[in-house]
């Protein structure tokens, strides 16, 4: 079993920077693949980011791609979301999932969700 918990979100103005974190219980944390994902209310939710059991290989939807970095520290069983030059669509309620790393598996464990709102 992983549990996972999100911090960091708050209120920024447009331009500005903000830090996710997702802190996880569980020894196997580090053999699992995480994901950030995205929903805002009456929308479905949106894949952003996923990185690597290693953190050898990380991919992002098209629309974060050069602002926003994914990161972990299996040490500290820990993904992170540094999101730069934010913009108000990317308001939203931010949250971490992690999956085995064998091809196709879905993901089994969400977090809570940490909300991100962006002022123009």
Do not use: H
Request: hydrophobic share 30%; aromatic share 14%; charged share 20%.
């Amino acid at each position: 079993q992983v549990q996972l918990v999100e911090s960091g979100g708050g209120l920024v103005q447009a331009g500005g920077s903000l830090r996710l974190s997702c802190a996880a219980s569980g020894r196997t944390f580090s053999t699992y693949t995480v994901g950030w994902f995205r929903q805002t209310p009456g929308k479905e939710r949106e894949f952003v980011a996923r990185i690597s059991w290693s953190g050898g290989n990380t991919y992002y939807t098209d629309s974060v791609k050069g602002r926003f970095t994914i990161s972990r520290d299996n040490a500290k069983n820990t993904v992170y979301l540094q999101m730069n030059s934010l913009k108000p669509e990317d308001t939203a309620v931010y949250y971490c999932a992690a999956r085995s790393s064998w091809p196709g598996a879905e993901y089994d464990y969400w977090g809570q969700g940490t909300q991100v709102t962006v002022s123009s």
